[in-house]
């Protein structure tokens, strides 16, 4: 069964700094692009950014670029994003995606971001 | 890049059929077969409907279908039941500068 489980959420005051996780299992980690899709509260997703199967190329939503960062560790079956210079509208819940066909075949539970003084 | 354009809202009986469009661009939707529909219900984390424009993924019910024309697709859900009531994006690949991939700004399906 695919599992995808995020974590590291939480309250972070404006230009603060999280560093976010996502766990994989169920499936062969390596082989997948994988996506972070955030959701304000109340509003719609959100592509945020984008990486390939060994983590060579990555892509950002220019709303996030210079300050966030993508990355995996195929060794250990995790995605992160590094999220850096925060700002109250980062405030979101953030969810990993698996990719496949062009879809996000796999959700995980997301993990909630809270930018506030 | 602004969001695909999706209805605010729609309704329907249960047993009746609706329809959810999405308007991109030649730059999204009409340029690619990557497009996709999730169905959210609240609290919960999005679950993927339909994918290249028309394939349902294995589980979802036959009730789901999407196509696609031009810059808009769309996605009919027949029968309705009142699970079905939550929550709607559409989803695209887009060769825009800002973004790689951008959704629509979701659809909440009503079941009267």
């Known amino acids: 069964e695919v599992q995808l489980v995020e974590s590291g959420g939480g309250l972070v005051q404006p230009g603060g700094s999280l560093r976010l996780s996502c766990a994989a299992s169920?499936?062969?980690?390596?082989?997948?692009?994988m996506h972070w899709v955030r959701q304000a509260p109340g509003k719609g997703l959100v592509w945020v950014s984008r990486i390939n199967s060994d983590g060579s190329s990555t892509s950002y939503a220019d709303s996030v670029k210079g300050r966030f960062t993508i990355s995996r560790d195929n060794a250990k079956n995790t995605l992160y994003l590094q999220m850096n210079s925060l700002r109250a509208e980062d405030t979101a819940v953030y969810y990993c995606a698996k990719t496949s066909s062009g879809s996000y075949d796999y959700w995980g539970q997301g993990t909630l971001v809270t930018v506030s003084s | 890049q602004s969001a695909l354009t999706q209805p605010a809202s729609v309704s329907g009986s249960p047993g009746q059929s609706i329809t959810i469009s999405c308007t991109g661009t030649?730059?999204?939707?009409?340029?690619?077969?990557?497009v996709s529909w999730y169905q959210q219900h609240p609290g919960k984390a999005p679950k993927l409907m339909i994918y290249e424009v028309s394939n349902r993924p294995s589980g979802v019910s036959n009730r789901f279908s999407g196509s696609k024309s031009g810059n808009t697709a769309s996605l009919t859900i027949s029968g309705l039941q009142a699970e079905d009531e939550a929550d709607y994006y559409c989803?695209?690949?887009?060769?825009?500068?800002?973004?790689?991939?951008?959704f629509g700004g979701g659809t909440k399906l009503t079941v009267l």
């Open positions: 169920g499936f062969t980690f390596s082989s997948y692009w």
């Open positions: 030649s730059s999204d939707v009409g340029g690619y077969n990557y």
């Open positions: 989803s695209s690949y887009t060769s825009s500068s800002t973004l790689e991939w951008v």
